[in-house]
């Protein structure tokens, strides 16, 4: 894996917490607090939070500081599109670089992940779907395709998605073909796995939503 400096290494930890839901939607990130709780100093928190007011995960404020982005629904359709086609590219061009040792990963991740859905542990869930992802990705070695990835997840609502009933057992299962499908090097049937992940969450919310 790349070497990773302090603030891409909190800005990872930010990330995920705001895809978990462990950072809720409008909170505001206390640099301080946070620097206490990584067990860095203040510099690298500022830094990583600049990053990802870049790429939308949060909001500045001069008076209130960096508040996590609230969910725009109108906004979501087209970013189910564009997640579909740029994560399709991040997953064929990884298809040809993942070793043993990245299947054997995705392999525990996916345990994981099944057994999180057991106990209903949907921040877990949400946590090491986003591991899940970000190891496949960061393989295809196209970093410029994956900061745009960042900045749709940034305005996806995976944490009200995973709140629909039974929806992280369907994930889990959507998860085990796409894992399948990079085992065996199966490029068409990973891009239909893929692309029914994406958009099955999404329409299942879709339906359910109301303002």
Do not use: C
Not at 155 to 176: K, T
Request: hydrophobic content about 45%; overall charge neutral; glycine content about 4%.
């Amino acid at each position: 894996m790349r070497h990773q400096t302090k603030e891409e290494r909190v800005a990872d930890y930010l990330r995920e917490g705001i895809i978990s839901g462990r950072f809720p939607r409008g909170s505001k990130l206390k640099q301080a607090e946070l620097a206490e709780k990584i067990g860095t100093s203040i510099t690298p928190v500022r830094e990583a939070i600049k990053l990802l007011e870049a790429e939308g995960f949060v909001l500045g404020s001069s008076h209130r500081g960096a508040v996590v982005a609230p969910f725009d629904i109108h906004a979501t359709e087209e970013i189910v599109d564009l997640r579909m086609m740029l994560e399709s590219k991040l997953v064929l061009a990884a298809l040809a670089r993942l070793t043993p040792q990245h299947l054997e990963e995705l392999r525990e991740l996916q345990r994981q992940i099944e057994e999180a859905a057991k106990k209903d542990d949907r921040e877990a869930v949400r946590v090491i779907n986003y591991r899940f992802h970000e190891l496949i990705y960061m393989a295809a070695h196209l970093p410029q395709t994956l900061r745009f990835v960042r900045i749709l997840w940034a305005r996806y609502p995976f944490d009200l998605i995973n709140r629909l009933d039974n929806r992280i057992e369907r994930a889990s299962i959507e998860h085990r073909e796409m894992l399948s499908a990079l085992i065996v090097r199966d490029e068409a049937a990973l891009l239909v796995a893929l692309r029914m992940h994406i958009r099955a969450g999404w329409d299942e919310f879709k339906a359910s939503y109301t303002d």
